[in-house]
């Protein structure tokens, strides 16, 4: 088998915990209300397509949300969003990578775990007395967020690639705009934090885009990816980015490492 | 099945890999090649602006112009001082700074504009003389 087989079985030969996935369905949808909920109320468009619109979008996100016909709802999620950012010209990357997010999960069996489908589910199991329905399935869609989130920082990194940036001298120009008034440039050594900021964030991606990539990194970039993501949705407007970035982390681990820690947390699994 | 979910596979990884690729490599636009561009647009065009006086007994200092506009405090400042984002501000700011010195003493104003390749230095030591701005 060559690489170019290994990297596609990796992908599609993927088979797991459907739990990672649920999480990840339910987190999304609160990120998309959180970022559409207002803009998206039916009264702000009362023309027909508009108003028509705004109604199946929050059918469609609340389906997804319960989790209740799940790969339909990801898929028609997916749509309203795509239309959001396509028809509407909602163009941040935010909002992309919202959408790019959801449609991965039509890919994934979200509904196997916390949802009305698994309700439904155990209650059929039940009357037939059978047992649970496992919460397992092929995870294809989490290893398509995988690769996003890499391209994603390799890209990123990329961008970055400029004197201004890796100095430091873009830093600053975010902190004037964002905190002018604060007279920062007075604090020694100002220019020397803007530029170990500057070229520690491009570095910091950069080993986001490898180590995501390479599971033996795991336990060391996901914690600074996190910290990472918190500390700029803290100090930057950036909306859901850096929330939807942590949240798809959950794509990158193991999808039955995640399941047996979730046991574990819930008692239901003694030693590790 | 699975040859035809692995092309599809790798056609999906393909496009997120180098679609980026159209926008920031061949600097076209298009929304579905999504560039991954972090603080596109933020912070641009912020002006910075200073000012130093020199005393007519040879003797100099920056102007603490915030404190001297009635804000030591910078975050009390209206929002137009904190972040200034046209050359007209900065000599709106500099008309009220001369206004508030002696006549004698010489006003000069350094201000510089922030830009994608960093700082430009618009103006250096602009001497701002007491009858630069004209009374009405």
């Known amino acids: 088998m060559n690489s170019l087989e290994r990297f596609i079985s990796w992908g599609i030969d993927y088979r797991g915990s459907s739990r990672s996935s649920g999480l990840i369905r339910i987190g999304l949808v609160f990120l998309i209300w959180a970022r ?13 397509f508009g108003f028509l619109f705004r109604i199946f979008y929050f059918t469609a996100t609340l389906a997804m949300a319960v989790g209740f016909l799940s790969r339909w709802a990801c898929a028609a999620s997916a749509w309203c969003l795509g239309m959001i950012y396509f028809y509407y010209g909602h163009t941040p990357h935010h909002v992309y990578l919202l959408f790019i997010a959801t449609a991965c999960l039509v890919l994934t069996p979200s509904g196997k775990s916390y949802s009305v489908d698994r309700w439904l589910a155990l ?8 047992p649970p329905p496992e919460e397992w399935g092929n995870l294809l869609g989490l290893r398509l967020i995988t690769c996003q989130l890499v391209v994603i920082y390799f890209w990123a990194v990329y961008g970055k690639m400029t004197p201004a940036f890796l100095l430091g ?12 008034g604060l007279n920062l440039e007075a604090i020694p050594g100002f220019a020397w934090m803007c530029l170990i900021a500057g070229g520690g964030s491009a570095i910091l991606e950069a080993g986001l885009a490898v180590g995501l990539a390479v599971p033996r990194f795991h336990r060391v970039v996901i914690p600074a990816g996190v910290v990472f993501h918190l500390v700029i949705y803290v100090l930057f407007p950036v909306h859901t980015f850096s929330l939807t970035m942590i949240l798809l982390y959950l794509a990158v681990m193991p999808a039955d490492a995640v399941h047996w820690w979730i046991d574990w947390m819930q008692g239901m699994r003694r030693t590790r | 099945m699975r040859n035809l979910r692995g092309a599809l596979f790798l056609a999906v990884v ?15 636009e298009c929304r579905a090649l999504r560039a991954w561009v972090m603080f596109e647009g933020y ?3 912020i002006w910075q602006v200073r000012f130093r006086i020199e005393r007519p ?29 046209q050359i007209g501000q900065t000599f ?45």
């Open chain 2, 14 to 28: 393909l496009f997120m890999a180098f679609g980026p690729a159209y926008q920031q490599v061949f600097r076209r």
């Open chain 1, 123 to 130: 209650r059929r199991a039940e009357r037939k007395n059978l």
């Open chain 2, 57 to 85: 007994d040879g003797s100099g200092e920056e102007v603490k112009w915030m404190a001297l506009l009635g804000y030591a405090d910078g975050r009390k400042a209206p929002a137009d001082l904190r972040k200034i984002t």
């Open chain 2, 43 to 45: 912070g641009l065009n």
């Open chain 1, 169 to 180: 001298v873009r830093f600053q120009h975010l902190l004037a705009e964002f905190y002018g």
């Open chain 2, 92 to 136: 709106a700011i500099a008309k009220e700074v001369r206004k508030r010195l002696p006549a004698e003493d010489k006003l000069f104003m350094s201000a510089r504009v922030s830009g994608e390749d960093g700082w430009t230095e618009i103006y250096r030591d602009y001497s701002i003389s007491a009858d630069f701005f004209p009374a009405r």
């Open chain 1, 36 to 48: 559409f909920g207002n803009a998206m109320l039916p009264m702000r468009e009362l023309e027909t």
